[in-house]
C-alpha cells in the first residue's frame, strides 16, 4: 500500500505553518459545533422530550444523536469526492459554513411546549445537518494536515488534527462552565443552553476571514485517474477495511471517554454535574497536550506501534476503567481514571488522520479516509451512548463495558496487519 506525492503546497516552513494553523481553527470550530450538543443535552432534553426519567429523556437525545452520525457517511462521500476533485481548501471552508447553519437552527428552534411533536423533529434535521458537515470535513482535513508539513515531523504536526478536535470540545465544555457559572440552573434549563450554539455558528462563519491562509496541498491526479471516485477506490479494499476497524475501536473509546463520560459520571456514578464538567475540562485539558507528544512518538516507533498499544491496552484494561468510574466518589479519583483511559486513547487519536491518509493514494485520500472513517465512527461512536443507556435501561451496564473491549480487540488485530507506509512530501 504506497501512498502518492503530494502537490507543492506551502513552499517555506512559515507558509507550512500558517496553513496548518488555519485548517486547524475550521477544525476547532467544526467540532466545537458538533460537541455542544452532546455537553448541553442534559438540559434541553425535557423541552423537546418532556416525558419520562432522566435515563428515557438521556436515551431520546441520544437517538437523535446517533441519527446525526448516520448521516456522516453521506458528507463524506459528497465532500471527500469534492475535496479529491475540487481541492482540500474549498471542500474544508463549506463544511464549517454548513455546520454554522445547523447550530443556528438547534439555537432558534422552539420547545415541545411550543410546538408539540415539530420540536423533535426540527431539533432532528439540524442535527442531520450538523452530521453531514462533520462527515465532510474529516476526510478533506486529514489529506491536508498530513500532506502539508514535512516527512520528518509528518506525526508531529498531523497530530493538531486532533489537537483542535479535542480544542473544540474542550471548547464547549469550558463554555459551559462559564455558562453555569453566570447562570442558575433553572436558568440553563430554561433558555441559556440556547447560547453555545449561537457563538458556534458565529464561530462556523468567521472561517471566511481566515480562509486565504489555506493554500492547496494535493497535486493535479495522473492522466486517466479520475479522482474521487468509488470505482478508484475500490481498489484499495484492504486499506478501507483496515481503516474502518481500528477507527471503530478509536471512535468507540473516544464517544465513550468523552461526550458520554459527562452523562455517565452524572447518570451512573452520582457525582454533581458541575463537578463533572470541571473533571472533564480538565482531563480533556490533558488529552489535548497529549497529541503532539504521541504524534511525534509516531514518527520514531510508527504509526502502526501506536496503533497497537492504543488496541492492546484498550481491550484488557476497558472493563476495569468502566467500571471503577462507575464507583467514582470524588472528582479526583474520576479526574484520574478518565486521564488514563484518554492517555491509552491518545495512541490512536494522534495518529488518526495521518495513518488513514498514509493508506490511500492522493487522488482517493479525502474520500477514502473521510468515507472509512464515518461509516465506522456512526455504527460505533455515533452509538455509544445509545448503546450505553440501552444497557443501563436493561438493568445490565457492564455490558457495555466488555463491548468496548472487544470492539478495541478488532482494532488491535487490524493493526497487526497494517504496514507502515508514508506520504511522500515535496521538501522533505
Known amino acids: 500500500m504506497n501512498a502518492e506525492s503530494v502537490g507543492k503546497g506551502p513552499a517555506t516552513h512559515g507558509e507550512r505553518i500558517g496553513a496548518i494553523a488555519a485548517g486547524s481553527a475550521g477544525n476547532l470550530i467544526e467540532w466545537y459545533d458538533f460537541y455542544t450538543y452532546a455537553f448541553t443535552a442534559l438540559y434541553f432534553a425535557p423541552h423537546f422530550f418532556p416525558n419520562g426519567n432522566r435515563t428515557a ?86 489529506a491536508y494536515l498530513s500532506e502539508t508539513p514535512t516527512e520528518r515531523r509528518r506525526g508531529f504536526f498531523a497530530s493538531f488534527q486532533y489537537v483542535t478536535l479535542i480544542g473544540g470540545q474542550l471548547g464547549a465544555l469550558l463554555v459551559l462552565l462559564v455558562l453555569q457559572a453566570l447562570f442558575s440552573a433553572e436558568a440553563l434549563r430554561a433558555w441559556a ?148 483511559s484518554l492517555f491509552i486513547l491518545s495512541f490512536y487519536s494522534s495518529v488518526s488522520g495521518l495513518f488513514k491518509s498514509e493508506l490511500f493514494p492522493a487522488h482517493v485520500r479525502a474520500l477514502g479516509v473521510g468515507l472509512a472513517h464515518n461509516i465506522a465512527t456512526a455504527i460505533f461512536g455515533g452509538t455509544a451512548e445509545f448503546v450505553a443507556l440501552f444497557a443501563k435501561q436493561q438493568g445490565h451496564e457492564a455490558w457495555f463495558y466488555w463491548y468496548v473491549s472487544a470492539v478495541c480487540m478488532l482494532a488491535f488485530f487490524s493493526a497487526c496487519l497494517m504496514g507502515d507506509v508514508r506520504i511522500e512530501s515535496p521538501g522533505a
Open 57 to 142: 429523556q438521556l436515551l431520546d437525545v441520544a437517538g437523535i444523536y446517533a441519527v446525526g452520525f448516520l448521516i456522516r457517511p453521506l458528507g463524506a462521500w459528497y465532500f471527500g469526492r469534492y475535496g479529491d476533485r475540487k481541492g482540500r481548501k474549498a471542500a474544508m471552508v463549506y463544511s464549517v459554513l454548513l455546520m454554522g447553519l445547523g447550530s443556528f437552527l438547534v439555537c432558534i428552534v422552539p420547545t415541545y411546549r411550543s410546538i408539540g411533536g415539530l420540536a423533535p423533529a426540527l431539533l432532528l434535521a439540524a442535527r442531520l445537518v450538523q452530521g453531514f458537515s462533520t462527515g465532510g470535513q474529516y476526510g478533506p482535513a486529514a
Open 193 to 340: 443552553w440556547r447560547i453555545p450554539f449561537f457563538i458556534g455558528a458565529l464561530l462556523a462563519f468567521s472561517i471566511l476571514l481566515f480562509q486565504h491562509e489555506l493554500q492547496e496541498s494535493a497535486s493535479a491526479p495522473r492522466k486517466g485517474v479520475v479522482p474521487g471516485s468509488l470505482r478508484a477506490l475500490l481498489q484499495h479494499r484492504k486499506s478501507f477495511l483496515i481503516v474502518m476497524a481500528i477507527s471503530g475501536g478509536g471512535a468507540l473509546v473516544l464517544y465513550t471517554f468523552t461526550t458520554y463520560m459527562q452523562k455517565f459520571l452524572v447518570n451512573t456514578a452520582g457525582m454533581n454535574i458541575k463537578v463533572v464538567s470541571g473533571v472533564m475540562t480538565a482531563a480533556m485539558l490533558v488529552f489535548m497536550l497529549l497529541q503532539p507528544a504521541l504524534g511525534a512518538l509516531s514518527d520514531r516507533i510508527g504509526r502502526r506501534r501506536n496503533l497497537m498499544l492504543f488496541g492492546g491496552l484498550m481491550t484488557l484494561l476497558a472493563v476495569p476503567l468502566l467500571l471503577a468510574l462507575s464507583h467514582a466518589d470524588n472528582g479526583f479519583t474520576a479526574f484520574l481514571l478518565v486521564t488514563c
